[in-house]
């Protein structure tokens, strides 16, 4: 049972909500704490994910996908976080990253080669903006692409790239045009996994999203094909901020499920345990720190709700991402650490999943731009230019 009102959204989103929830439930739930403790990389789950379509939500159906708008995508991966934040980052990585660079910005060859098996979990993508000294400041990015006939040598590294242990396919950015072109002379590019000259650096142990093949890789003299430039030469960066925006709403909608579970464990919890023989549900302390739980997470349910119906109208959406993604990242992390309080010692154990949530909400305050990166998007759109 949810715990708070339903928004209204089409059935068809209804109807989406319950087809996630019923593979989540089944498949993912039972795994989710070994993917976190081991922290492996679930293959026979995402090929699972493939076969249910999960990998291809919001991927064209002409390529196989399921071809939903986003705000149905953020629906399934609201419940795909909801039980684990590692799988919807499986998910998010194939669709909304790696995925969604093709659908937008490939030539007809690169989605017909790269959409359909990414869709059916044959193929894991990556995407790799971050740099080791180049993160929040991605423009400065340095990684080199030189021109040499009709390919490019390819030199430097990333790092902190979800699937990159695991990958088959990575989209990458790099600059083609001098350090003073600044983001005008970055491009994209896709590599494959076992191009000369392309490996993976070192597996990345992070505190959350857990199992979902964070890794470094290294670029030495790698040769890739003209070919395989997405878009143009220079177009790198603007393709790389408009995957991010609605991405960034995909994570605003992995932090509102994350901070559900957390209030749906804490609701339950109260009822049954007594303290000085009165249920903690009867204490007032208690009481109003779930309805702020309710509260926060209504109103970042609806802000990720909202900045996808913006995107979905074609209207301009960088402001309401940001502020979903902000908002509801940082509501996660709140929310999941008062859930532990309220749980007392078996809130910081790891009999429940409590613990891992607030890692994981953690991880969604710095991925696809840290919350300082969304107010500083934010007071440059509202402040600037007036
Ligand atoms: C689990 C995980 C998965 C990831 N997956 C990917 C992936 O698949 N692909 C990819 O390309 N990247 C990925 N990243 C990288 C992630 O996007 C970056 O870590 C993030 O953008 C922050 O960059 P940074 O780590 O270099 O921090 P920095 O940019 O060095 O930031 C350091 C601090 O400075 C603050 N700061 C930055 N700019 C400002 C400003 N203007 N004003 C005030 N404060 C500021 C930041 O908020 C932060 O607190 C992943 C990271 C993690 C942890």
Not at 65 to 68: A, E, I, R, S, V
Not at 177 to 184: K, M, V, Y
Not at 280 to 283: D, E, G, I, M, V
């Given at each position: 049972m949810d715990s708070f009102p339903e928004i209204h959204v089409k059935k068809e989103h209804e109807d989406l909500r319950k087809w996630a929830r019923e593979f989540t439930n089944r498949e993912i739930l039972p795994m989710a704490d070994k993917i976190d403790r081991s922290d492996e990389y679930p293959l026979a789950l995402q090929r699972r994910m493939g076969d249910y379509g999960l990998l291809g939500i919001s991927m064209p159906q002409e390529y196989g996908?399921?071809?939903?708008d986003l705000t149905g995508s953020m629906i399934v991966g609201e419940e795909v976080a909801k039980v684990s934040l590692s799988a919807s980052f499986i998910v998010g990585v194939q669709n909304g990253l790696a995925g969604n660079v093709f659908a937008k910005f490939g030539t007809p060859e690169q989605k017909s080669k790269y959409i359909p098996k990414l869709v059916k979990g044959e193929s894991i993508g990556a995407y790799g903006l971050t740099e080791p000294g180049s993160g929040s400041d991605a423009a400065g990015l340095s990684t080199r692409a030189v021109r040499d006939g009709d390919s490019y040598v390819v030199n430097g590294s990333k790092i902190f790239i979800t699937q990159g242990l695991v990958a088959d396919v990575l989209v990458f950015f790099a600059r083609t045009?001098?350090?003073?072109?600044?983001?005008?002379g970055i491009t994209a590019f896709v590599v494959e996994k076992g191009t000369k000259g392309f490996r993976v650096g070192q597996k990345l142990e992070v505190m959350g999203a857990r199992g979902t093949g964070t890794a470094e890789l290294v670029f030495e003299d790698c040769r890739v094909p003209?070919?395989?430039?997405?878009?143009?030469?220079?177009d790198g960066f603007l393709i790389a901020l408009a995957i991010l925006s609605e991405s960034r709403i995909g994570a605003a909608a992995a932090a509102v499920g994350i901070a559900e579970a957390a209030l749906e464990a804490a609701i339950s919890y109260v009822s049954k345990r007594h303290i000085a023989e009165k249920p903690?549900?009867?204490?007032e302390v208690v009481r109003f720190t779930i309805a702020d739980m309710a509260t926060r997470i209504t109103a970042a349910r609806l802000l990720t709700y909202y900045a996808a119906t913006v995107q979905g109208s074609g209207g301009d959406f960088i402001k309401e991402a940001a502020m979903a993604k902000y908002f509801a990242s940082e509501t996660a992390v709140w929310v999941c650490e008062r859930a532990i309080q309220i749980h007392g010692g078996y809130g910081v154990s790891k009999m429940l999943p409590l613990e891992r949530f607030l890692r994981d909400a953690k991880i969604l305050d710095i991925v696809e731009g840290t919350s300082e990166v969304q107010r500083w998007i934010l007071s440059r759109e509202l402040l600037d230019g007036q």
């Open positions: 996908g399921l071809g939903l045009g001098t350090a003073e072109d600044g983001a005008a003209a070919s395989n430039m997405i878009g143009h030469e220079g903690l549900a009867k204490y």
